[in-house]
């Protein structure tokens, strides 16, 4: 992964393959923190949300409901566009273990039930990500050619 300098942080191999799983895993991020913020896509925005995740044990609601919110939403949007991906992606996918671990894991494996296994697949791209960087196309890729160290 590198070393946290501003190459380390920045640099990746490269390659197109980071492109699909930014865009795909990013856009699927924007949709659930827009749910979560604002209420789009059917959501019940900050109250609704911060209501529901108190229900179940992650209090105070409405900031659980802000950071999973924010991390999904703005970690997305840097995911679509490369820029931090490593810092982005690993507060995506700190916020799958949560939900896999408090919401899904009782329910099995099978989305169907209400298990983990779409959770699963998010986490597993975000950690590819942590581990991959954003590649080439990002905007990581053009930072880093601008840094000294």
């Not at 896509?41 to 995740?53: A, N, P, R, S």
């Not at 840097?78 to 992606?89: E, I, M, N, Q």
Request: proline letters at 2%; charged letters at 15%.
């Amino acid at each position: 992964m590198g070393s946290f300098t501003c190459k380390g942080l920045l640099t990746s191999a490269p390659g197109y393959d980071a492109l699909a799983l930014r865009l795909v895993a990013g856009a699927i991020f924007i949709g659930h923190g827009a749910q979560k913020l604002f209420g789009w896509f059917g959501g019940g925005g900050l109250e609704g949300t911060g209501q529901w995740m108190g229900s179940i044990g992650l209090e105070p609601g409405y900031l659980m409901a802000l950071l999973a919110g924010g991390a999904e939403f703005f970690g997305g949007a840097l995911l679509v566009l490369g820029l931090l991906t490593r810092p982005a992606a690993l507060a995506c996918a700190f916020t799958m273990v949560v939900a896999i671990v408090v919401v899904h894991l009782d329910d099995g494996f099978f989305m169907k039930n209400g298990g983990y296994e779409f959770g699963l697949a998010l986490l597993a791209m975000s950690v590819a990500l942590v581990i991959r960087g954003g590649g080439s196309c990002s905007l990581d890729e053009k930072l880093a050619e601008r840094c000294s160290d």
